[in-house]
């Protein structure tokens, strides 16, 4: 167990120093790599939980911590954190917790620091519990929206939702949906007419039927631009209508838009996103025409039906799935992907058809990121109308205005939680 620990740690730090995602941080860790599967679900099991938690284990680290931990001591830092979580957390032994630390920390020669401090929280661990409020595990430049924009009733209920396992949710094909009892295959449930939301644990390629190319795991929310897109076409020949799909890398949205039978081209910048795309494509034996290119450099005198821009944001739709969202100040970022969304937007104006549709979306619930970059496209192109969107649509998330939507990443709508999504369709005039 103190393997697992201190190697937990490890990829921790690689995470906080670099502010890598967990998978990245992991490719080069040997030893996290020639751990068992049990042992491997335990670590990324600590580290998820430290991160989701990270605001409050710093509360009380700046709380009891009179010296602050030197910066050199990263790693020290990160032992820390994580025995923290656990003691206040999660349901595991204080004993087990602290003896491990300190006879981790002993290797620094820190280990009456590590010991004294753990015992501390161990012994005022009710106390310390009750102080601390979920909303600051939540960094400023998302808190700061989300109460100003939604209020401080949706700052709680995401700050409830995202400490919490997210699940993992599965497209059945549509074609296959009748043939199997899918809920009892893939021991989980329906959570709506074809999308099963499973435990995520073990690997994908593990699940029944996964090689047989049946269905491909997609968020509920990133289904919702296609079924917009079906709704739109609903009576028209499928075939002879043209759909771009921008971003279109893992290629849920594209593989939506097959199955419904849409004449489907796909652009991707990432060469490795591709590869997984090509992957994903393979496995499910679908086709499509897919682009490698930059979309804000893409010429074509093609016009299209409708484009479908899945624009890089800053994901803080996804901070329940990806933690290491919470311990990055991304105001920086955010400007740039900000111009670059702009770019890619206006790319679109005249790839579109008269009377064609571009739906925008980014998995972000920042407002810059999503209705205030609508708001500005539109006042400056007078030319593109909102189009509203379905009852049933906008009932998974809060309308802002005619046609834009935001999915919000907590518990009201489905019980496990929903990722956060911006959508907004407009129309060429």
Not at 132 to 142: D, H, V, Y
Not at 313 to 325: N, Y
């Amino acid at each position: 167990m103190s393997n697992t620990r201190e190697i937990a740690t490890q990829i921790l730090t690689d995470i906080y120093r670099n502010y890598e995602f967990f998978e990245n941080s992991i490719s080069n860790n040997k030893k996290y790599n020639r751990l068992h599967l049990r042992d491997k679900a335990f670590v990324k099991f600590l580290i998820y939980n430290t991160l989701r938690r990270n605001g409050q284990v710093e509360k009380v680290i700046n709380t009891l911590v009179r010296k602050p931990i030197r910066k050199n001591d990263l790693f020290i830092q990160n032992l820390v954190r994580i025995s923290i979580c656990q003691i206040l957390f999660l349901d595991i032994k204080d004993y087990s917790i602290v003896n491990t630390a300190v006879e981790i920390a002993k290797h620094y020669k820190l280990d009456k620091f590590v010991n004294g401090l753990l015992r501390n929280v161990c012994r005022n661990k009710e106390k310390i519990s009750k102080s601390l409020r979920l909303e600051c595990n939540i960094p400023s430049w998302i808190n700061n929206d989300i109460k100003k924009n939604l209020g401080k009733y949706t700052l709680i209920n995401i700050s409830k939702t995202i400490i919490k396992e997210p699940f993992l949710d599965i497209k059945i094909k549509s074609n296959y949906l009748e043939k199997k009892d899918w809920s009892k295959i893939l021991d989980g449930k329906f959570i709506f007419k074809d999308i099963v939301r499973v435990k995520n644990e073990g690997k994908i390629e593990n699940k029944p039927n996964y090689k047989d190319g049946i269905w491909w795991v997609q968020s509920f929310s990133s289904t919702l631009p296609v079924r917009i897109i079906s709704e739109i076409f609903k009576e028209e020949n499928k075939k002879t209508v043209s759909i771009l799909d921008v971003g279109a890398a893992p290629g849920g949205k594209t593989f939506q838009l097959i199955e419904q039978g849409f004449n489907v081209t796909s652009i991707e910048i990432s060469k490795k996103r591709i590869e997984r795309f090509d992957d994903n494509s393979k496995r499910l034996n679908y086709k499509t025409n897919l682009i490698n290119n930059d979309y804000i450099k893409f010429k074509s005198k093609k016009l299209y039906d409708c484009i479908l821009i899945d624009a890089p944001c800053t994901a803080s739709g996804l901070i329940q799935k990806k933690p290491e969202i919470l311990i990055k100040d991304k105001k920086l970022d955010l400007k740039r992907l900000e111009i670059k969304q702009q770019k890619m937007l206006y790319n679109s104006i005249k790839k579109i058809r008269p009377g064609g549709f571009i739906l925008y979306c980014v998995c972000s619930i920042i407002s810059d990121e999503g209705i205030n970059q609508i708001n500005k496209f539109m006042k400056e192109n007078k030319n593109f109308e909102p189009i509203p969107l379905t009852d049933e649509i906008s009932s998974f998330g809060k309308t802002l205005k005619k046609g834009s939507l935001l999915i919000i990443p907590d518990e009201r709508r489905i019980i496990g939680g929903i990722d956060g999504f911006f959508i907004s369709l407009m129309k060429k005039k």
